[in-house]
């Protein structure tokens, strides 16, 4: 049988555990990093588990111990696994088993109990030193490439796997932070010559265990997933289908012909208000339009945005070296304009506040002229979107 591994850390309810598990006939025969074997025996009510730290150098007990053990009336089980290393699996405590009820501790003297554990309190210490702000810089990083490239996880297929990102990186912070939390107390107890129980209840280290493990395993599950699913796996609906207004303008506002209905897909966006792309037409056969719309909850991250569509334009011109593709609409923050005569395409680039439209336009039309329609759009979603 296995069974999800408690943290070693929590030493009394470990052999708490492992000796209530033994009077139910099942007695551990491995114990690794997140699972524990357990093979079928005889129930027996007085069984004992003691687990002792393994020192700097890790690995199983040389023969002098346990021989020595032995003859006080403890066997060796088996050491509980962390990792591996270029020396082999590296461990963290030795699990000693006692079938006489009447054989004496291990430890009888708290302050070589409390000794024992030093290398694993010093490891505890600098993991909460070195692991904590190690992890705030790449949370920090990640919030920071979201607030600089706005774009990708504005679209929700993307966006989730951002928010779940955060989690995974906290949930890490908080196990590091939790298991050393705990050694540290629990020698602390030792230090002050308390009397440490051997046996405490494992209920709630078995809870932590399950919450821990069930929250790593659907993180990286919906992560992979949505690493795998494109952008275009959102259908695009006929805007009909839509209860509410769709932030566009349609070919027959600018005075084109309709190009059948339009269809557009709503983005439901962690870092952002809305989200939508609209398109009406076809680009085989023009007229047709294709827009972007974003509502964000902050303006510095619609700045942010706009640099980033701009940039994705300098494939095709350099708008640095350019300043006339820059246009003064009113009622507009910014507007950006570049029309290529010869293709009859057009780019417009819009910030109001916090919303950044996008258009891209293929036909007879002058989006200049109409620019005065995309700022009232922009005007009335002000309110739709706070």
Not at 15 to 24: G, I, P
Not at 86 to 112: K, N, Y
Not at 257 to 285: C, I, L, M, N, Q
Request: hydrophobic share 40%.
């Amino acid at each position: 049988m296995r069974k999800l591994a408690l943290d070693p850390m929590e030493v009394p309810a470990v052999q708490a555990w492992l000796e209530d598990w033994a009077a139910r006939g099942w007695y551990v025969e491995s114990y690794g990093r997140n699972l524990v074997s357990f093979a079928r025996g005889e129930r027996r009510e007085n069984i004992r588990y003691r687990l002792q730290p393994t020192g700097r150098e890790g690995g199983e007990p040389d023969q002098d111990t346990r021989e020595a053990y032995r003859e006080m009336g403890w066997t060796y089980v088996c050491s509980t696994a962390v990792g591996r290393s270029f020396s082999g699996v590296r461990t963290e405590f030795h699990i000693w088993r006692c079938e006489d009820p009447a054989a004496p501790e291990l430890d009888t003297d708290q302050t070589l109990r409390e000794e024992a554990y030093g290398d694993l309190l010093r490891r505890g210490w600098r993991n909460i030193w070195m692991g904590v702000p190690l992890a705030a810089a790449v949370l920090a990083l990640i919030l920071w490439l979201v607030w600089n490239r706005p774009r990708q996880y504005l679209l929700d297929l993307r966006a989730s796997s951002t928010p779940l990102m955060l989690c995974f990186y906290g949930l890490l912070v908080l196990h590091l932070v939790s298991r050393s939390v705990r050694l540290i107390r629990f020698t602390r107890q030792l230090r002050r010559e308390e009397p440490a129980p051997q046996r405490a209840p494992w209920g709630w280290a078995r809870a932590r265990v399950w919450v821990f493990q069930g929250l790593y395993a659907l993180i990286l599950l919906v992560m992979i997933g949505s690493l795998f699913r494109p952008y275009d796996s959102r259908p695009y609906l006929p805007v009909s289908q839509y209860e509410g207004a769709v932030p566009y303008v349609s070919l027959t506002e600018l005075g084109t012909p309709a190009a059948g209905e339009a269809e557009a897909v709503d983005f439901h966006s962690f870092w952002g208000k809305a989200a939508w792309w609209t398109r009406e037409g076809s680009y085989e056969r023009p007229p047709c339009c294709d827009t972007e719309y974003y509502s964000l909850r902050f303006p510095s991250m619609a700045e942010n945005l706009e640099e980033q569509l701009l940039w994705q334009w300098s494939f095709v011109m350099d708008i640095g070296e350019h300043p006339e593709f820059r246009a003064a609409v009113p009622g507009a923050d910014s507007a950006w304009y570049w029309r290529d005569v010869q293709e009859q395409r057009q780019h417009l680039v819009l910030r109001r506040g916090g919303r950044v439209l996008e258009v891209l336009y293929w036909g007879e039309a002058d989006l200049m002229e109409n620019v005065g329609r995309y700022v009232e759009m922009l005007k009335s979603f002000e309110l739709i979107n706070r």
